[in-house]
């Protein structure tokens, strides 16, 4: 070795070769292992410029000879040496490589290589499509990394620590970049786009996400899934505090927005709610807004008060059915008596244009308070009356002059709606619908009357009519005093 490194000395000097070498520095009498049988440690220059092994450009393998190494480099003693030292300036290997490995048929694929700044490719050929294009085993690994990737956030400007195309190849489908901002944009339409599996976890968390709520105030979520044709609408976000919401959009339409199958349940609740009364100020355990989204129709507040406000006109507001029930109720209701007698009640029907009317009731120790009916008492000689009163009594009191009664036009909503008008002084009352000509009264023999009047002299006072909505195009009217007739305006 020493009188191969004295041969060559002149030709270094004058810089006539650039040089591959391996310098080992070893100890005991073992010394540098050249395998002769593989390579000759003669360097020689090539007509590039650049240096071979044994005089020739590559060192090839012999005909036959399939198994073996083409380089065999031993330097068993190495401790703070390199085996390959490759050195070149970056600024001038614009186009050439530290290493290159040529593979496929002909030997002109590019599969491996190290370029300039150190920039590595792997490029495995069709040959190689079943094979990992990188492996790394660290099955002895402890507290090492098998993979550490380093970057400054602050320099690295649209470049990813974790950069995966797909499609064909030009597509990112998983991205990893500056602040550790993990992006998935899954292709296929029938996979998973992430799945987590974890058959072993007892008391670990197969996802975590950990946030300052304090700083999520600003709009950021702990979770958020936007849907819609541009993936722009929000149908289910975590925010700050835990705050969940779900929008689903139009395409779920017919699917249940939250679904919790708990066929399997047991002494568990499928839905728990928890909260302090004492602080609950105004807030719901339940809060159902129906109409265009922003009215209370069903609510469960403080001390579990709940309020059922609908809005439908044709449904049931309530509706319990057990028609297997033999010795349970289907609704009891409990009280102690004792606090009953402050005005309190099992059971309260409010009535009336503004639901402020008893119209039945169930007091304390089962009295029955039924029917008390609505009372308006009219002076002025004018009063209007909607749908929403029916079950009212009109109480004419205006003594200069008549009064005149206006109901709301027939319509589905009006069916079975009842008025009921009664006259105190010696006046007339007429009664006729919001349109005049509408033909929609029934009273006396005639169909067709769009006004009814109590006009009888010397029998006023005392008169009455009722006024019931009988089809969604007709009211009936009818007196209540046999010798005050109705005065029924005659067919148009």
Not at 32 to 40: C, D, N, R
Not at 179 to 198: E, H, K, P, Q
Not at 311 to 317: I, L, W
């Amino acid at each position: 070795m020493r009188r191969f490194l004295r041969r060559m000395a002149p030709d270094l000097i004058r810089g006539r070769v650039l040089v591959l070498a391996l310098v080992a520095v070893l100890g005991g009498s073992a010394g540098a292992q050249w395998l002769p049988q593989t390579i000759t440690p003669t360097l020689a220059p090539m007509a590039s410029g650049l240096v071979g092994l044994a005089g020739a450009s590559r060192q090839t393998l012999s005909t036959g000879e399939t198994s073996g190494y083409p380089w065999t480099w031993n330097a068993l003693y190495l401790t703070s040496g390199s085996i390959f030292t490759l050195k070149c300036d970056d600024d001038t290997l614009t186009s050439g490589y530290y290493i290159r490995c040529l593979g496929g048929t002909s030997y002109n694929t590019r599969v491996f290589s190290i370029g300039e700044g150190g920039a590595t490719s792997i490029i495995p050929t069709a040959a190689a499509a079943a094979v990992d294009a990188l492996a790394i085993d660290g099955t002895v690994l402890t507290s090492g990394d098998a993979i550490q990737l380093k970057a400054v956030d602050a320099t690295l400007n649209g470049g990813k620590y974790l950069n995966c195309l797909g499609g064909t190849g030009s597509t990112a489908v998983f991205t990893l970049a500056e602040d550790g901002v993990t992006a998935i944009s899954s292709t296929v339409a029938t996979s998973n786009s992430l799945s987590i599996t974890n058959n072993a976890a007892m008391t670990g968390d197969l996802v975590i996400l950990t946030a300052d709520d304090d700083l999520l105030e600003s709009g950021g979520y702990y979770l958020r899934c936007l849907g819609g044709t541009n993936h722009a609408t929000e149908v289910f976000s975590v925010a700050e505090g835990g705050a969940q919401l779900i929008t689903p959009s139009t395409a779920a339409a017919a699917v249940d927005a939250l679904a919790i199958d708990g066929t399997v349940t047991t002494s568990g609740d499928l839905v728990e709610l928890k909260a302090v009364d004492t602080t609950l100020n105004g807030g719901k355990y339940l809060n159902c807004l129906g109409g265009a989204g922003s009215t209370a129709v069903f609510t469960v507040a403080e001390d579990g008060v709940t309020a059922i406000t609908s809005t439908g006109v044709t449904s049931n507001s309530l509706t319990i059915t057990n028609n297997t029930a033999t010795t349970g109720d289907l609704l009891t209701l409990t009280a102690d008596d004792d606090p009953l007698t402050t005005a309190g009640y099992y059971v309260n029907c409010l009535g009336g244009s503004n639901h402020a009317t008893q119209v039945f009731a169930i007091a304390e120790q089962g009295v029955l308070e039924v029917y008390k009916q609505n009372i308006l008492v009219n002076t002025d000689g004018t009063e209007t009356l909607t749908v929403g009163q029916s079950g009212v009594w009109v109480s004419c009191t205006k003594s200069d002059g008549a009064t005149a009664i206006t109901i709301p036009d027939p319509s589905a909503d009006s069916i079975g709606v009842i008025y009921t008008i009664l006259q105190t002084v010696d006046q007339n009352v007429t009664v006729g619908p919001t349109t005049g000509n509408g033909n929609s009264i029934i009273a006396d023999n005639v169909l067709t009357s769009d006004l009814v009047t109590l006009g009888t002299a010397s029998h006023k006072i005392g008169a009455g009519v009722r006024i019931v909505g009988v089809s969604a195009t007709k009211w009936h009217a009818t007196a209540l005093s046999g010798v005050c007739p109705l005065t029924v305006e005659a067919a148009d």
